[in-house]
């Protein structure tokens, strides 16, 4: 054990324990809560995009469908698949068919 001494808890790429604690525990800090279909996600602060959403559920949303954000009191917003939203703790998003066929009469 000559040259591992040094090396105790430390990663192959030079990282240290800790400092992978800390980053994960820096990553569960800057998670901020949306809403999608009802469904509560904690998603990195920063932005989110169209596509980005479309992959929190699992199954995906698929193309068929847009997505849109609840704007409370105002008109909805629907959101483009390469579109960065800047989030905002507890803010709402909805998926739509992209197509509706009305019925006959």
């Not at 199954?59 to 905002?88: H, L, M, R, Y």
Request: proline fraction near 10%; charged fraction near 25%.
């Amino acid at each position: 054990m000559s040259g591992c001494a040094g090396l105790m808890g430390t990663s192959l790429n030079g990282e240290n324990n800790n400092a992978r604690t800390e980053r994960k525990h820096m990553s569960k800090d800057n998670e901020i809560p949306i809403i999608l279909d009802h469904k509560e996600y904690k998603v990195p602060a920063g932005t989110i995009t169209g596509d980005q959403l479309r992959a929190l559920p699992k199954p995906s949303i698929g193309p068929d469908f847009d997505i849109w954000e609840d704007v409370p009191g105002g008109d909805d917003f629907k959101i483009a698949d390469t579109q960065p939203v800047p989030i905002k703790p507890g803010m709402h998003f909805y998926s739509a068919p992209r197509t509706i066929n009305p019925g006959r009469a």
